[in-house]
């Protein structure tokens, strides 16, 4: 799903209108008709419809009679206020009670919201159980209380996606008291008060059970907070020609389940363990046989034909018990136990005929460790996914993943991207998106930051936005899982950057799939076995 700014929205609105020669008007018409029929049906006020993925709320509401349930328009005075009154109009002619509370007064409007507002109001002189009343001011807003409040349901039109100060005074009353009224809200483009390009919180926002977007879904229906204020998210067609939307070169997507499905394409009979690649992993250290062992065997529960474990000398037998399928390898060793670059030239001999190469989970950051991921980053010619200490290990020097001839994917949490950049933790998480797709276009490669809706940032300056985990993933040892299932789908053939979005997309939805049962408390080794089964339940509900 393609994710757009304010400012590209409003780029596209006016190539429509000006250049194509769509009156605003008739956009304006196209979104708040499209917005009635989201709306009757989120809210059961058309005949038959299915409630089984409706609140309490609103399934009460919807076994009363249409006739008999209020809608409250809460109508700014700019365009998003004009698209209320349009869906304002088509309530009324539906015969539902419907109260426009426009929030000025009828003279300060402009434009097509005036022109639909003058439309609404011939709409109210004829219906009895219409009105449009102005609250211009808070005097007016508590003489207005309850009227306002006793709506069944609100329709938000207030602030659009231009917003971007905070929301004071009046506005965040009403904002405010819409909130704390418990009545379910229908925001109309976007939930008022939410900052269209980040999902920031500008002061107050309006909690919204469902919004219809127009044209695109926005940056901040998606990130979080925004995601939390949102609800059901459905976008609506207003007539927005493609060749207008490809000139804007849309650079931000959001992961869904129809991108993954054609990624995994059926096995052809006659294959065998050689057709689906060897992955090399080389990982491990004194106290962390467990990172390794997540690694190399998520890495063959992805499909992955073969797969080979180095790890210091003294630390094979050790995982030998732990990995069955994969092979093991002893290597070079320090005296404390971590891998030395004494086993760089034993590594460049098993990376013969490997497809990819898997370098960091729990090997530490001594001396000679961070000497051999030096060297090995440097002069690996195929494709190497670089994860926790192997990414503590090259900090400071990324000269080395810039001069990279070979495909590189990096999988940093906040806190390793934080040590990548020379920022602090609080200014990745503050500009995730920003600092992300900057990093992979300087530096050429695949940046996986990883957190609550990971980032897949790409070298040619997309960023993929993955919908898919939860919170009871925050435990030891996920990032290893995450690690073994990127590095096995390229070990497969995928394409370096389809593989990264697929590795994150799975593992969150394994994730999901065990907090079914339950929030929190399973482990990383639980997300192993669930990787089959959730790639085959994926590809047969894309195929149904």
């Known amino acids: 799903m393609m994710l757009v700014t304010a400012n590209q929205m409003q780029r596209m609105d006016h190539k429509t209108i000006n250049s194509f020669g769509i009156p605003g008007v008739v956009l304006m018409e196209n979104a708040g008709r499209g917005a009635v029929d989201m709306f009757l049906k989120k809210f059961g006020l058309l005949a038959n419809q299915n409630l089984a993925n409706q609140s309490l709320a609103e399934q009460n509401l919807a076994e009363q ?64 159980d219409a009105d449009l009343i102005e609250i211009p001011d808070a005097g007016e807003l508590a003489r207005q209380r309850n009227r306002l409040l006793d709506q069944d349901l609100f329709v938000d039109a207030i602030f659009g996606t231009g917003l971007n100060t905070d929301v004071r005074g009046f506005y965040k009353e009403v904002i405010e008291l819409l909130n704390g009224s418990e009545k379910p809200i229908f925001s109309v483009d976007i939930p008022s008060g939410l900052n269209a390009d980040t999902g920031a919180i500008c002061g107050v926002a309006i909690r919204a059970a469902a919004t219809a977007t127009f044209a695109f879904a926005k940056i901040g229906h998606i990130l979080s907070p925004g995601n939390q204020y949102t609800g059901d998210l459905e976008v609506i067609d207003i007539g927005i020609p493609d060749f207008i939307v490809k000139g804007e070169n849309p650079q931000l997507f959001l992961m869904e389940p129809r991108d993954m499905a054609p990624l995994f394409a059926p096995r052809k009979f006659e294959s065998h363990k050689g057709s689906f690649g060897h992955l090399l992993v080389i990982a491990g250290s004194p106290g962390k046989t467990g990172a390794a062992a997540l690694c190399a065997n998520a890495a063959m529960r992805s499909g992955t034909g073969l797969v080979t474990l180095g790890v210091p000398r003294d630390l094979n037998p050790i995982l030998e018990s ?51 991921v030096k060297r090995l980053v440097a002069d690996t010619r195929v494709p190497i996914i670089l994860d926790a200490d192997g990414l503590n290990c090259i900090a400071g020097h990324l000269e080395l993943i810039k001069a990279r001839k070979d495909p590189t994917v990096l999988t940093p949490h906040p806190g390793e991207m934080a040590r990548l950049t020379q920022k602090t933790t609080q200014e990745i998480q503050a500009d995730r998106r920003g600092i992300g797709t900057q990093f992979a276009l300087e530096y050429q490669v695949v940046l996986v930051l990883k957190g609550a809706q990971t980032l897949v940032c790409c070298p040619d300056g997309r960023t993929l936005i993955c919908p898919t985990g939860n919170p009871g993933m925050a435990s030891g040892g996920m990032g290893d899982v995450l690690t073994g299932l990127i590095a096995g789908f390229i070990a497969q053939g995928f394409p370096i950057e389809e593989a990264a979005m697929a590795g994150v997309f799975i593992h969150g939805l394994c994730g999901d799939f065990l907090a079914e049962k339950t929030p929190f408390g399973f482990l990383a080794s639980d997300m192993i076995p669930a990787i089959p089964r959730t790639i085959h339940d994926l590809l047969r509900q894309e195929k149904s």
């Not at 300060?108 to 709409?123: E, I, P, S």
């Open 65 to 128: 009679n249409p006739a008999k349930q209020k809608v409250g328009v809460i109508a700014g005075r700019g365009n998003n206020g004009g698209d209320g009154f349009v869906m304002g109009r088509y309530l009324m002619e539906k015969g539902i009670p419907t109260t426009i509370f426009l929030l000025s007064t009828r003279d300060k409007l402009t434009g097509d919201a005036r022109t639909n507002m003058g439309l609404a109001q011939k709409l109210v002189e004829q219906n009895p």
């Open 322 to 372: 732990q990995v069955i399928e994969p092979m093991t390898v002893p290597l070079a060793q320090t005296p404390e136990g971590y891998l030395s670059d004494q086993s760089l030239a034993a590594i460049q001999t098993l990376l013969k005929g490997k497809q990819a190469l898997a370098l960091g989970p729990g090997i530490g950051t001594q001396g000679p460790t961070q000497a051999l």
